[in-house]
């Protein structure tokens, strides 16, 4: 049993949350007190500072880099462009990303870099050149490689910041076979993977409708099993959100509200989210748009009727401030740490479930894993099998056909027919992940009567798998 992990948290704040989050699920673990230290400690942190051009003076940006957790290689991690980002976020994130690659099965230690930047504040050369000298600098210390620490786009990065990195870190390897595999989320033009930019997205839905879909957990809270009109508010109109609730929609949720930072937008009758986004790109915010109920403090938003609510902004959204106010039975967390420990504690005691972040969210590294793997055999999924799968499903339909009698129409013969493309294989993957998973930790949130809430569940099984590598390695008897 773990016991006095003599963690000192100092000031620190979101990491110093995962690690009570830790220690709390660790008393359910029978591992070594020194394993259960190493297992939550930040292995590698590398802070550093550069110099950039910017108009006609310059300008020293702060950048970090922090790998978590080595028991498996690469680690994996994104990197965050933010003027709020600190150590101690990078390295909360971190310890997240080694957890949640555990969750999901995925076979990377955890990692996070960031930047603190605004990117508004910046052209796209100055941008460009912040970006190309951060990936000198990792080069430099070997904190980038496909076999070493690979990153992904976060919170104000995305492709474009991928493709700089990829091809500074190609120049700067020349002769690598693997270059491309040292950084994921890249373009489709440069090797990325279709699926990956709406993968988070994608994952948070998948997660909420497995989540609704057990009948015995939602007569508990109140709720009737099924995904079908259940009203969904969405707090974060990025790309984890935005996908969030358009795939939410299409499986037949009610997106009833849509919180951004200029304010919140309700209508129980629903909203449609590709609308409303472009509503926002016209006007610059989701205000004003025709039939919805407005709040200009956009923490209200939050607090509206609701069966699901999905924070998918930034950390620390729903805290014991809030908490008694939410109107939700659910709460499925897009965002990395949006819910504090006590907030947790209090929805628990309300008869509520949420959705742990580390599960939730973890699409977006459990497809970025595709990507690496692509990436490293030098072919894009289904090239090799497509059209040998289409040809043996038209024998197939032809043999039937002519046993049979009947024929197929053509709609008919090409849904039966077609091969698999990468999108639908990435999805598939995916969604057997994210399902999988699921149930691995509902299984252990059942299987024992002390074990509280669905993320105690997540980082019990999470801290077995890692202790078991660490064990394998033979770090520990």
Not at 96 to 101: E, P, Q, R
Not at 258 to 286: M, P, W
Not at 419 to 444: F, P, Q
Request: aromatic share 8%; glycine share 10%; hydrophobic share 40%.
């Amino acid at each position: 049993m773990a016991t006095n992990l003599n963690v000192v948290y100092g000031d620190t704040h979101f990491f110093g949350d995962v690690c009570k989050n830790f220690d709390y699920a660790a008393q359910f673990t029978q591992h070594d007190a020194g394993l259960l230290d190493q297992i939550k400690s930040c292995n590698s942190v590398y802070r550093f500072r550069f110099p950039i051009r910017k108009g006609n003076g310059f300008e020293v940006i702060d950048a970090w880099r922090v790998e978590h957790s080595h028991h498996q290689s690469p680690t994996k991690g994104g990197i965050r462009y933010s003027d709020m980002v600190n150590e101690d976020e990078v390295m909360a994130l971190a310890a997240l990303m080694t957890y949640k690659c555990a969750i999901v099965n995925v076979p990377f230690g955890g990692a996070k870099g960031g930047i603190k930047i605004n990117p508004k504040n910046y052209t796209v050369q100055e941008l460009e050149n912040i970006t190309r000298r951060y990936t000198v600098e990792l080069i430099k210390k070997n904190f980038i490689g496909p076999s070493t620490d690979v990153p992904a786009p976060d919170y104000g990065s995305g492709e474009r910041e991928m493709g700089w990195i990829a091809d500074t870190y190609s120049t700067m390897n020349p002769g690598q076979l693997d270059s491309l595999g040292a950084v994921t989320g890249k373009p489709l033009s440069l090797h990325g993977i279709a699926g990956r930019r709406e993968a988070t997205g994608r994952g948070v839905a998948m997660a909420v409708r497995e989540c609704v879909s057990v009948a015995e957990d939602m007569q508990a809270i109140g709720l009737t099993a099924g995904i079908n009109g259940k009203r969904v508010i969405v707090q974060g109109l990025g790309n984890v959100g935005f996908y969030s609730a358009k795939f939410l929609a299409e499986y037949g949720a009610t997106i009833v509200g849509l919180c951004e930072y200029e304010g919140a937008i309700y209508n129980e009758n629903g909203l449609d989210v590709d609308a409303v986004f472009q509503h926002r790109k016209e006007t610059g915010s989701i205000l004003g748009y025709p039939g919805a109920k407005e709040f200009k403090n956009s923490g209200e938003g939050l607090e509206q009727p609701c069966d699901i609510l999905v924070p998918a902004a930034l950390e620390n959204q729903i805290t014991v401030e809030n908490v008694g106010r939410l109107q939700t039975k659910i709460i499925a967390e897009g965002a990395n740490g949006p819910t504090s420990p006590e907030a947790e504690a209090i929805f628990y005691k309300n008869g509520g479930i949420i959705i742990p972040d580390m599960y939730a969210n973890a699409g977006g590294v459990t497809v970025s894993y595709f990507e690496w793997l692509k990436n490293l055999s030098h072919v894009a999924f289904g090239r090799m099998n497509r059209r040998f799968e289409e040809n043996a499903n038209k024998n197939l339909v032809n043999m039937v056909e002519g046993i049979t009698g009947v024929a197929l129409t053509d709609v008919q013969r090409n849904a039966i027919v077609k091969g698999a493309t990468e999108l639908e294989l990435v999805n598939s993957g995916l969604e057997d992940t994210m399902i999988r998973s699921y149930h691995e930790i509902r299984s252990i949130y059942k299987g024992n009567s002390k074990i509280d809430t669905m993320r105690t569940a997540a980082l019990v099984g999470s801290i077995n798998k890692i202790a078991i590598s660490y064990q394998n390695l033979g770090v520990w008897p």
